[in-house]
Nanobody, 116 residues
Framework: QVQFVESGGGLVQPGGSLTLSCAVSGISFNLYPMGWYRQAPGKQRELVATISSLGSTTNYGDAVKGRFTISRDNAKNTVYLQMNCLKPEDTAVYYC?????????WGQGTQVTVSS
């Protein structure tokens, strides 16, 4: 059974930082690219960042470039999202994601709220 367990969300003030984690089981984690997406109320789900299977290549959505960093630890089957200089417009549910040859997988989501 494939499981994605996300953690690290919460309430943070503007300008603050958070680190999200997504622990994955049930797939050969080191074979697949991983991604983070987010969805704010009333908006479509959007790309935040992706990382290649070995971590050598990353890609970021324009809204987060220079502020967020995606990384992975294949020994721990975990992908991370370091979020700095957070803004109120970063408020959303953040989802971990991957696609294998068998299916598309999403985590359950973790809420990030940026507010003073």
């Amino acid at each position: 059974q494939v499981q994605f367990v996300e953690s690290g969300g919460g309430l943070v003030q503007p300008g603050g930082s958070l680190t999200l984690s997504c622990a994955v089981s049930g797939i050969s984690f080191n074979l697949y690219p991983m991604g983070w997406y987010r969805q704010a109320p009333g908006k479509q789900r959007e790309l935040v960042a992706t990382i290649s299977s070995l971590g050598s290549t990353t890609n970021y959505g324009d809204a987060v470039k220079g502020r967020f960093t995606i990384s992975r630890d294949n020994a721990k089957n975990t992908v991370y999202l370091q979020m700095n200089c957070l803004k109120p417009e970063d408020t959303a549910v953040y989802y971990c994601h991957t696609v294998t040859q068998y299916s598309t997988y999403w985590g359950q989501g973790t809420q990030v709220t940026v507010s003073s």
